[in-house]
């Protein structure tokens, strides 16, 4: 697979999002399936690979068994943030630098590394100024315990900030032909004048834009989707029509929708790098076969033409998680 680079890291044209596999759609993958998923997406080409410590220790330790094999030739990144083992099992921002400290230790002894390839602030705490937070990774990087520095879901006035305190590698958001606010709120922006990688999570629409999904699907009681507004059934219905485009556009490539929606976010800039999730096989196949779709200057115009006539329903976020982003 072709290479990219975000800041001066590089990786594959597309990644691998292992959050799905014990975290947020549903009943987790069975470990031995995972972790020969993860080593097929290796065999592949991927070599860049997402986790967090928020999705589970499960997670992370999947992850390092499945790709210690391939020890020193893969980027792995995890993400902080977040207290971690509370009895309660809610999400509570923290990004104090002492707890940054603690959960790095974590981090290290699930992935069974010495030190962490790209360590993102999973979501801006506004208890604690980005300074802070950028100063205790630089330290961590001074230590050797993290390699380089990135933020998820971060507003570019944060990502500034902390980048001049340390130099940010990666921003990651949601990006994607059903969310494209990266484009409006400065963050692609900043991210191209400061020489910043930018990491689109969902880049399938938490999977609608594969065509797999319509109306009529019911998700298992444990997806998150169930939460989402623009997964109502309403919205799903009403939000057909981009999937009926990349139908359209996939079916003279010989393509899929998902490929064409993948290949879309490649051709928006040399320093995008998608991150696609999956459990299946064939999916991970699919996803890997966007990286060699081309989509030409009349096919990006024919997209841009089409979905500006289309009005996308449904929020992506229920309102309180819709808060903790964009900070």
Same mark, same amino acid.
């Given at each position: 697979?072709?290479?990219?680079?975000?800041?001066?890291?590089?990786?594959?044209?597309? #990644?691998?999002?292992?959050?799905?596999?014990? +975290?947020?759609?549903? !009943?987790? =993958?069975?470990? *031995?399936?995972?972790? &020969? $998923?993860?080593?097929?997406?290796?065999?592949?080409?991927?070599?860049?690979?997402?986790?967090?410590?928020?999705?589970?220790?499960?997670?992370?330790?999947?992850?390092?068994?499945?790709?210690?094999?391939?020890?020193?030739?893969?980027?792995?990144?995890?993400?902080?943030?977040?207290?971690?083992?509370?009895?309660?099992?809610?999400?509570?921002?923290?990004?104090?630098?002492?707890?940054?400290?603690?959960?790095?230790?974590?981090?290290?002894?699930?992935?069974?590394?010495?030190?962490?390839?790209?360590?993102?602030?999973?979501?801006?705490?506004?208890?604690?100024?980005?300074?802070?937070?950028?100063?205790?990774?630089?330290?961590?990087?001074?230590?050797?315990?993290?390699?380089?520095?990135?933020?998820?879901?971060? #507003?570019?006035?944060?990502?500034?900030?902390? +980048?001049?305190?340390? !130099?940010? =590698?990666?921003? *990651?958001?949601?990006? &994607? $032909?059903?969310?494209?606010?990266?484009?409006?709120?400065?963050?692609?922006?900043?991210?191209?004048?400061?020489?910043?990688?930018?990491?689109?999570?969902?880049?399938?629409?938490?999977?609608?834009?594969?065509?797999?999904?319509?109306?009529?699907?019911?998700?298992?009681?444990?997806?998150?989707?169930?939460?989402?507004?623009?997964?109502?059934?309403?919205?799903?219905?009403?939000?057909?029509?981009?999937?009926?485009?990349?139908?359209?556009?996939?079916?003279?490539?010989?393509?899929?929708?998902?490929?064409?929606?993948?290949?879309?976010?490649?051709?928006?800039?040399?320093?995008?790098?998608?991150?696609?999730?999956?459990?299946?096989?064939?999916?991970?196949?699919?996803?890997?076969?966007?990286?060699?779709?081309?989509?030409?200057?009349?096919?990006?115009?024919?997209?841009?033409?089409?979905?500006? =006539?289309?009005?996308?329903?449904?929020?992506?976020?229920?309102?309180?998680?819709?808060?903790?982003?964009?900070?």
């Amino acid at each position: 697979m072709k290479k990219r680079k975000l800041g001066d890291l590089e990786v594959s044209a597309i #990644g691998y999002g292992a959050m799905g596999l014990s +975290h947020g759609y549903g !009943p987790a =993958t069975g470990r *031995q399936q995972a972790i &020969s $998923l993860l080593r097929a997406a290796v065999e592949r080409g991927v070599t860049f690979f997402d986790t967090a410590q928020i999705y589970g220790a499960e997670n992370e330790e999947i992850v390092s068994e499945a790709l210690a094999p391939f020890r020193g030739q893969l980027v792995i990144a995890t993400k902080f943030g977040f207290e971690l083992g509370r009895a309660d099992k809610q999400q509570v921002l923290n990004s104090r630098p002492e707890n940054i400290r603690q959960v790095t230790e974590g981090s290290l002894q699930r992935l069974r590394v010495d030190s962490i390839d790209l360590y993102y602030q999973h979501r801006v705490d506004p208890d604690v100024p980005i300074e802070d937070v950028a100063g205790t990774v630089k330290e961590l990087i001074q230590e050797g315990k993290v390699k380089h520095f990135g933020l998820s879901e971060a #507003g570019a006035p944060t990502i500034r900030r902390a +980048h001049r305190v340390l !130099p940010v =590698t990666a921003v *990651q958001s949601e990006y &994607s $032909l059903w969310w494209r606010e990266p484009e409006t709120n400065g963050v692609l922006t900043a991210c191209e004048e400061l020489g910043i990688g930018f990491v689109p999570f969902s880049p399938l629409g938490k999977g609608f834009l594969t065509g797999k999904i319509d109306e009529t699907t019911t998700f298992d009681s444990s997806d998150f989707r169930n939460i989402v507004p623009r997964f109502s059934a309403e919205n799903r219905k009403a939000n057909q029509a981009v999937v009926d485009l990349l139908a359209r556009i996939a079916g003279e490539k010989r393509a899929t929708p998902a490929q064409i929606a993948l290949a879309w976010l490649l051709a928006r800039k040399p320093w995008i790098v998608p991150i696609p999730g999956t459990t299946k096989l064939h999916r991970l196949e699919e996803n890997v076969g966007a990286a060699t779709v081309e989509l030409t200057a009349g096919d990006l115009r024919e997209i841009e033409d089409v979905v500006a =006539t289309i009005t996308i329903h449904g929020a992506r976020y229920p309102e309180h998680l819709q808060q903790r982003v964009g900070r």
